[in-house]
């Protein structure tokens, strides 16, 4: 059985403080693609089409520091495909977090880590 707050409706967004929220918006669109939109304090949105969740970057004056403890796992269609991709876009190998070949863990030009996950099998 499924628990849900009955006061909570959903995700809105997902919320990434950064340095430069308009240049790490732009990777991230990149990678999945939709629209950046600058709000006038320098903050950035990724909007996709059909999406529930938009994805904020906001503007903090700290650098990241230690390991993320929330990061996206992005499905790939074409794994090695998917890897190289990231990498043209400005992503670094993380393979200090993670190198065992089942997935590829990445870091985004800020740093943070994400994962790119082979494609499901139709099995």
Partial sequence: ME???SSISGVAALAIDCADPGALA???QKLLGGQVVLDTDGNAELRRNGSNVRFDFLKVPEPKSGK?????DLRSRVYDAAIAEALSFGA?????????GEWQVLRDPEGNEFCILRPR???
Avoid: E, P
Wanted: glycine letters at 4%.
């Fill in 26 to 28: 732009t990777f991230w």
């Fill in 92 to 100: 670094t190998l993380a393979d200090d977090v993670y190198d065992g």
């Fill in 3 to 5: 628990a849900m707050s």
């Fill in 121 to 123: 099998s139709n099995v």
């Fill in 68 to 72: 993320n403890r929330l990061h996206l």
